[in-house]
């Protein structure tokens, strides 16, 4: 795919169910690695982290148990960005985490790229 089509939304929710699903098998530190920007963020509440960073918190994190999007929505930006906007669900042991959560996607280099995360307490 070399630009945003009709299947965006199936397209963007296929890419953050990919890199959930990293995260889910502890590999989300590769996932990042390879399909962030060199300038991506992610934003969460209270602090801002550099691509790196994320990687390197992947490497030390415990992976989820389980997750859960929730009312996605994708608000397109231009023929080669969009945002994937969803209520995020996910399970580490007896915790449970609910945020609203962001992504901004770029298409470079051949794919879609993430360029922000955002997650913001409910």
Do not use: K
């Amino acid at each position: 795919m070399t630009a945003i089509t009709d299947d965006l939304p199936a397209r963007l929710l296929h890419e953050e169910q990919e890199g959930w699903q990293a995260i889910l098998a502890g590999r989300g530190g590769e996932y990042y690695r390879r399909t962030m920007t060199r300038d991506a963020l992610l934003i969460l509440p209270g602090r801002v982290i550099t691509r790196d960073q994320v990687i390197a918190a992947f490497a030390a994190a415990v992976p989820i148990d389980s997750y859960q999007l929730r009312e996605p929505a994708v608000i397109r930006i231009n023929d080669h960005a969009g945002i994937l906007v969803y209520r995020l669900v996910a399970r580490r042991g007896e915790a449970t985490t609910e945020v609203n959560a962001a992504t901004t996607y770029v298409f470079a280099d051949g794919g879609w790229c993430v360029a922000a995360h955002q997650q913001t307490a409910i």
